[in-house]
């Protein structure tokens, strides 16, 4: 259980906790902050060094499950929670709405779109991290393994396939056995991807299908090149409506803050 309260200014400005880890994350709490009519908390998961902190209050690590979110969530007043966490993140998703409903506070859940294909595209969708390493294993090949470094365990094991692993940091896991491993943290640029692909003969490439401008170069490459792509499925993560885009956000948010000050 989570006995964590922060350190947030007292004063009467509605409080939002902001489950981040993502782009949308870091620009909605700033976007927030120079609107200057609430307090925001930005939660993150600490799984990498950010690159970026978000602006105000920040807490990291998660809260100790749904009792753990429910109590943090009374202990520090929080009025609106807004998951802006990965399309792939669904755990955190799921303990908001729950820890939400328990509350009866109001949950504003913003999830981009995924990426559709496009004529060019040699998509191969598959529905979990397994059936990606079957897939490409079946197949042998160059395999670019773009997915971050928790996943990366599902291909362990698989002996036919050689990989490029690209993660922000280093994967701690089990690694397939034929591998090379790349540090590096996106946005990537087309120019930047094409080559990456060329210099190490890539053949296939394995995604998420994550969504946005930040990682959607490598799609793009594939693409021009011809290579095909195994892209994995996003989880359900949602029950409650959501929106796709931090106007539509910010927009509930305003709703919501004026409804509760009258
Ligand atoms: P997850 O599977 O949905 O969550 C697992 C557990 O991690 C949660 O139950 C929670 O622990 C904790 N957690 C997750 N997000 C948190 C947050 N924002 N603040 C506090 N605790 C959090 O999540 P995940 O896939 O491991 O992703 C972790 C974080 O990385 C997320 O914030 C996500 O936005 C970011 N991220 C994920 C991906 C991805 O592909 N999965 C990619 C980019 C960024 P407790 O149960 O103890 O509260």
């Not at 939400?100 to 559709?116: D, E, F, H, Q, T």
Request: hydrophobic fraction near 40%; include cysteine; glycine fraction near 8%.
């Amino acid at each position: 259980m989570s006995d964590e309260v922060e350190n947030i200014p007292n004063d009467l400005l509605p409080r939002i906790l902001i489950l981040g880890g993502t782009g949308e994350g870091i620009e909605l709490a700033s976007r927030l902050s120079q609107w200057g009519q609430v307090r925001t908390i930005s939660s993150l998961a600490g799984r990498v060094d950010e690159a970026k902190r978000p602006e105000g209050v920040v807490r990291i690590g998660g809260f100790g499950g749904v009792d753990g979110l429910e109590s943090y969530l009374t202990k520090n007043a929080i009025d609106v929670v807004v998951d802006v966490t990965h399309p792939f993140a669904a755990q955190i998703s799921r303990n908001a709405e729950l820890a939400c409903a328990r509350s009866g506070l109001p949950l504003v859940a913003l999830i981009r779109p995924p990426w559709v294909q496009v004529t060019g595209d040699l998509w191969h969708e598959v529905a979990d991290f397994q059936d990606a390493a079957r897939l490409v294993d079946s197949r042998s090949g160059r395999v670019f393994l773009s997915i971050g470094r928790q996943e990366v365990e599902s291909f362990a094991g698989y002996e036919n396939a050689w990989f490029l692993i690209r993660a922000i940091q280093e994967p701690t896991g089990r690694l397939p056995r034929h591998r090379d491993v790349l540090l590096q943290r996106g946005p990537f640029n087309l120019d930047e991807e094409l080559r990456l692909l060329q210099d190490h003969s890539i053949n296939c490439v394995v995604s998420k299908n994550s969504g946005g401008s930040a990682t959607y170069a490598k799609i793009q490459a594939a693409r021009l090149l011809g290579i095909p792509v195994v892209m994995i499925k996003r989880p359900a993560k949602h029950t409650v409506p959501t929106v796709e885009t931090l106007e539509s956000a910010i927009s509930v948010i305003s709703s919501l803050t004026q409804a509760a000050r009258r």
